[in-house]
């Protein structure tokens, strides 16, 4: 099978094109501007170098390749650039999105008509925002597709963009694509992330005896999966999820910050010295982020197989080979 993914330098791409390539399929990797996950995989698989904001580059890459899945996973990730760049992320979120689809449309008119590629798309739990934070208040925790989207901050309305102009290509233009909801997730090659940076600094401090950690906010609650967990769900929404439909896809298990910690603390061994850096708590913030994954069970038979320690100590592991 012919696969293209995007954002194919980031943490979810950059693993998602391993296994893709093990499976058996011929597999394209989009990147734009970091190379760094990339030049760590030794597997034959081809890379390009595009920057989906311009249609020519994707428009030339999908009429050539005539990929039959498509994992649009390449966006501007982190919420708080986003306050810092609003323009870029819209930019880059929503733009890149639309050229994905009329590159396809072309690829209709110009190559062959019944082309009809499935299109999993990178969206995000954030479009809930303050949602969230009034189920919270009425004792609810697992919020469902239905939900009212009332992002907080600028990522979260770019992925509220992108998540309906989505819904409007496929009622349009009978594109064949799937909204993947997308809680917290992290793992090895995953940066500026909480667990990301709190395993750095751990193995950091194993180094250096400097045990010092700057935090946020540890009272934040978060659902956090593993990548390969999630790598695994959006694969299985291409094969068995409905198209035009949208799916959360999140970990079951919720975890406080200053869980994470002691998980960490455990496994290194050594007691980390607190400290709390104003810089690192954002203007608003989700108290509490859990999906409901009822439909992405039932539809596609998903189940979270890897915990949170077992996460960790691969994190761990990697940082230490590599710092």
């Known amino acids: 099978m012919k696969v293209l993914v995007t954002g194919a330098g980031g943490m979810v791409g950059s693993h998602m094109v391993e296994l893709l390539y093990k499976r058996g399929d011929e597999v394209v990797g989009i990147w734009h501007k970091n190379k760094k ?13 595009c920057d989906l904001r311009y249609a020519q580059g994707i428009d030339e890459l999908i009429m050539d390749f005539m990929p039959e899945q498509i994992y649009h996973l390449a966006a501007q990730s982190y919420p708080t650039v986003s306050w810092v760049s609003p323009t870029e992320t819209i930019d880059v979120n ?6 994905i689809y009329e590159a396809i449309k072309k690829a209709r008119k110009y190559k062959d008509n019944k082309y009809n590629p499935i299109v999993v798309v990178a969206c995000s739990s954030a479009e809930y925002g303050e949602t969230l934070n009034q189920m919270q208040g ?16 600028p990522y979260g309305v770019s992925k509220v963009g992108q998540d309906l102009i989505s819904f409007q290509y496929f009622m349009n233009d009978h ?24 395993t750095k600094r751990a193995v950091e401090a194993e180094k250096t005896s400097n045990w010092e950690l700057k935090v946020g906010n540890l009272d934040t609650k978060r659902a956090i999966m593993d990548q390969r967990d999630l790598v695994k769900g959006l694969m299985l929404l291409a094969e068995k999820g409905k198209a035009g439909d949208v799916y959360n896809i999140s970990s079951e298990y919720v975890y406080q910050m200053s869980d994470i910690v002691k998980m960490i603390e455990k496994q290194v061994g050594h007691k980390l010295e607190i400290k709390i850096d104003e810089k690192l708590i954002r203007p608003t913030d989700e108290k509490i982020i859990v999906g409901d994954i009822t439909k992405l069970k039932e ?19 990697y940082w230490r080979k590599i710092l």
């Not at 539809?299 to 592991?317: C, H, K, N, P, V």
Request: proline fraction near 3%.
């Open 37 to 49: 996950n990339i030049e760590q995989i030794t597997l034959p698989i081809k890379f390009v170098q």
């Open 94 to 99: 929503i733009n890149s999105t639309i050229n």
């Open 138 to 153: 009425l004792g609810e925790v697992y919020v469902k597709e239905t939900a009212q989207l009332q992002p907080l901050h």
């Open 175 to 198: 594109i064949r694509c799937i909204r993947a909801r997308i809680f917290n997730s992290t793992g090895t090659r995953k940066v500026n992330d909480v667990t990301s940076d709190f």
């Open 299 to 317: 539809d596609t038979g998903w189940y979270q197989d890897i915990r949170m320690e077992q996460t960790i100590s691969d994190m761990l592991d």
